[in-house]
């Protein structure tokens, strides 16, 4: 029997004084992990840049092709899934799922899920979620949540000279 440490199963209004709690016993599973993605966040807030590109990959059970997103602050401008093995791209309809905010809200969603163990690696100078892998063994068929953000560009405008 694997042993939980009691402070997980606080509520959410709890949980960021159990993180801090633990963070300070120098625990890194659980609530700590929660703490990491807070400060990922509020990294993420303070130097979003203003246009910015970037690629999503989903891994596990739930895989497909990665999707390659142009966003303007948190708003996704443009979204395409790469069909190569189809022969091209397709636009997404639903692109706003694909902005970082979403993700890092998902990444944060899934490793509050009852898991096994938990990967997380985020962004040095950004703060979003370079890579997360959430591993659910007692549900071996579903394979976990996995997602890798890559190919981050800050987008510069240049503006034409005058004819």
């Known amino acids: 029997m694997r042993f939980r440490s009691p402070l997980r199963r606080l509520g959410p209004a709890l949980g960021l004084a159990a993180a801090i709690f633990q ?3 120098g625990d890194t599973t659980g609530p700590t992990r929660t703490w990491d993605g807070i400060v990922a966040a509020e990294k993420w807030r303070r ?3 203003d ?4 690629t999503v990959s989903y891994l596990g059970f739930w895989s497909g092709g990665p999707v390659h997103v142009v966003a303007n602050r948190d708003s996704v401008l443009s979204a395409e899934a790469d069909t190569a093995g189809l022969g091209g791209s397709a636009v997404i309809t639903d692109k706003q799922k694909y902005s970082i905010d979403s993700l890092m809200t998902e990444v944060a969603a899934q490793s509050a899920s009852r898991h096994d163990s938990e990967n997380i ?5 950004y703060g979003f979620p370079e890579s997360a892998y959430i591993d659910w063994k007692d549900r071996e068929l579903d394979g976990g949540f996995g997602l890798i953000i ?3 560009a800050p987008i510069t405008l240049v503006p034409l000279a005058a004819p």
């Open 51 to 54: 246009l910015y590109s970037y």
């Open 47 to 49: 130097s979003e840049p």
């Open 150 to 152: 890559s190919d981050f």
């Open 23 to 25: 963070g300070c016993l």
């Open 121 to 125: 690696h985020y962004h040095q100078t």
